[in-house]
Each structure stands twice: as structure tokens, then as C-alpha cells.
């Protein structure tokens, strides 16, 4: 009887001290932003701030277009990915900046994924401690502001969906969401 009450007892002790030391994670992961804004017409451009560890996602889905090319003036803090296997980040012999090359006007994507990386030199292309993302589709013409977080930062989301307009409240969002969901 003592021993299964001391190993009971240690179980227990290792799970409080397992659970206290779980870092807990206090952001919202989706952040929507108005198409208009993501565009530069309305407000300031949106900053798109990456953290070490962490990437961060562009969802245009909401807005029905699809992504034909995008870059990063600095390429050399960040990396894209996207959801269309069609689609690749290069590095072109002419240019010193990642851009998507698709198969003829193939490249359907509907998300970018950034994520940080180490700083890589590229010969000719000075670093600034921001960057900007152009994405085009097949409609029209975005512009991102990439900063950096400091490395004992943590980041506020992991995704920036871009949407036809912000809704007024969670329930229309979820709406709106179930919609598009649909399509797919």
C-alpha cells in the first residue's frame, strides 16, 4: 500500500510540475484584414510580422482570387511557400529576389506561407530590417510590410486573412467562412 501511494504521489508531483511548465499561448491565431486595406487603399499597409520559430500565412481565399506571382523586395530574412504545388519560389539568375514561377499561368494559390530564416548575403542586394511582399493575382495587386520580430518575442497570430469586407462580428465571420468552405 505505501508504495503504490508513493508512486501515485511522484505521478502526480511530475504532472503538476509537466503542466505548470507549459507555455501557454495568449494571441488569436487568425487576424482579418479588409481587402481594400491589404490593397493600400484604405489605411496604412498591413504589417506582416514574422518571429523566429514561427511562420506566418496569407489567406486570400476569402476573396475568391488566386495568387499568379508574388516577392520579396529583401529576400534574404524570409522564404515563401504556397499552397499549389504548381507554384515555386525561385531564386531568378536576373534577380536577386524570390518570386513565384508557375507552369504557364498555371499557378493557381490561394495561400502564401512565410517563414523566417536565418540572414543570407546576397552580392549587390543591401538588407533593410523590413521588406516588402508584392502578391498579384489574378484580379488585383497587394502590399505587405515583412518586419521582424526580436527573438524573445511572441507572435499575436500565425495567419492574416484577407476577406471582401471585415465582418461586424464572430457569427457573420463564421458565416462567411462556412460559405467559402463550401466552395472547396
Not at 84 to 108: E, L, Y
Request: aromatic share 8%; hydrophobic share 40%.
Amino acid at each position: 500500500m505505501i508504495k503504490k501511494t508513493s508512486i501515485s504521489c511522484l505521478c502526480l508531483a511530475v504532472a503538476g510540475v509537466l503542466v505548470s511548465t507549459v507555455k501557454t499561448w495568449s494571441g488569436t491565431p487568425v487576424q482579418f484584414i479588409s481587402k481594400s486595406r491589404a490593397q493600400g487603399i484604405n489605411g496604412k499597409i498591413v504589417e506582416v510580422k514574422l518571429f523566429p520559430g514561427y511562420g506566418k500565412n496569407l489567406n486570400f481565399r476569402l476573396t475568391g482570387e488566386f495568387i499568379h506571382w508574388a516577392t520579396l523586395s529583401d529576400p534574404s530574412k524570409a522564404t515563401l511557400n504556397f499552397d499549389d504545388p504548381k507554384c515555386m519560389a525561385v531564386q531568378r539568375a536576373d534577380s536577386t529576389s524570390s518570386t513565384i514561377v508557375g507552369d504557364g499561368g498555371g499557378c493557381k494559390a490561394t495561400v502564401i506561407y512565410l517563414r523566417p530564416i536565418e540572414p543570407q548575403k546576397f552580392p549587390g542586394l543591401p538588407t533593410a530590417p523590413s521588406t516588402l511582399l508584392t502578391v498579384t493575382t489574378d484580379r488585383n495587386l497587394y502590399h505587405f510590410l515583412v518586419t521582424y520580430a526580436k527573438p524573445n518575442e511572441e507572435p499575436d497570430n500565425f495567419t492574416l486573412t484577407i476577406n471582401l469586407k471585415l465582418a461586424s462580428n464572430y457569427i457573420e465571420m463564421l458565416a462567411l467562412l462556412k460559405v467559402e468552405e463550401q466552395k472547396y
